[in-house]
């Protein structure tokens, strides 16, 4: 066996996938009271926001429906002309994939988009000047949260996305676990470990300050590669602001919300849980948004 699959082998056979989820996890939708049969508006509004070249538009969107918002479709073409403003928005969501194909690094176009842009510029900062407002970046949006500077703009040193250790893309199943967080989405996961996709090739969290300084939501098991798949300081697989409101991660939760799309899931619930659950961080932030507007 060539000495880099040896290495890859001997680090899977010391660390397998385990999960660990919260014993109140019954795997059902009547747990949180959501269908996917749903017709009704809730009005809870979550926009998508959307790129040339993003392609995990779908799969969110139905995360989040799921989950019971109402959801809308925002193309930066959007809010560029000022045909949407996010005003009667409570969540917007930066999607996975590819903006701009990534020419210019990954998510630095469609940064630019906001920074360059005085009218997609003033409804971005409107947004997250209230205080009833949340975000999510995955991914390629992820990349972007963190390019604006959106998750600690207290700081004088800004976290940065940097090309993985390994120097090339990474598309795989780990797992991931959920440290003790104050976050709207993950806080109730805490403790939880489970799996995820990840897919990307500038996924290492280069964070400058120690530890501590930061809200870290999310890590991969153990810090080793491939386990980490891009080396990122701290094993950090996401991190969110102060506040527990805005949350950045390069794993692709929308991805995993039911047994079927993990690659492996406890045998002892493949055939009886309808639902992951990763489906607890939506429906979390759609009862925050609900007590906001109520």
């Not at 906001?114 to 009833?132: G, I």
């Not at 690659?263 to 055939?271: L, S």
């Not at 992951?276 to 429906?283: G, K, L, M, Q, R």
Request: charge should be neutral.
């Amino acid at each position: 066996m060539p000495p880099y699959y040896q290495l890859l082998f001997e680090n899977y056979k010391q660390q397998p996938l385990k999960f660990n989820f919260n014993k109140d996890f019954n795997g059902k939708f009547s747990k949180y009271g959501i269908s996917p049969d749903r017709r009704e508006r809730t009005g809870a509004c979550a926009a998508i926001i959307r790129e040339k070249g993003v392609n995990g538009d779908r799969e969110m969107a139905y995360s989040l429906y799921l989950a019971g918002f109402d959801v809308k479709d925002v193309h930066m073409t959007d809010l560029m002309s000022g045909r949407e403003t996010l005003e009667e928005v409570n969540m917007i969501i930066f999607v996975g994939g590819f903006s701009n194909s990534d020419v210019l690094g990954s998510a630095k176009g469609w940064a630019g988009g906001f920074m360059f842009n005085e009218k997609a510029r003033k409804a971005l900062d409107a947004f997250y000047a209230r205080p009833d407002t949340l975000s999510l970046g995955i991914c390629n949006g992820c990349q972007c949260m963190v390019e604006l500077g959106l998750i600690n703009p207290g700081h004088e040193q800004k976290p940065k996305m940097l090309h993985n250790d390994s120097n090339k893309f990474e598309s795989e199943f780990i797992s991931i676990n959920i440290p003790e967080n104050k976050s709207v989405m993950f806080g109730s996961l805490s403790g939880s470990k489970l799996g995820i996709w990840v897919a990307h090739g500038e996924g290492k969290f280069s964070l400058p300050y120690r530890e501590e300084k930061y809200n870290i939501i999310a890590k991969y098991n153990y810090d080793a590669y491939p386990a980490n798949p891009n080396g990122s300081d701290y094993s950090t697989a996401g991190i969110c602001s102060a506040d527990g409101r805005h949350l950045a991660m390069m794993p692709h939760l929308e991805r995993a919300i039911f047994p079927w799309q993990w690659a492996e899931y406890p045998g002892n619930r493949k055939n009886s849980d309808q639902i992951t659950p990763w489906i607890e961080a939506f429906v979390n932030a759609r009862k925050w948004v609900e007590a906001k507007l109520h």
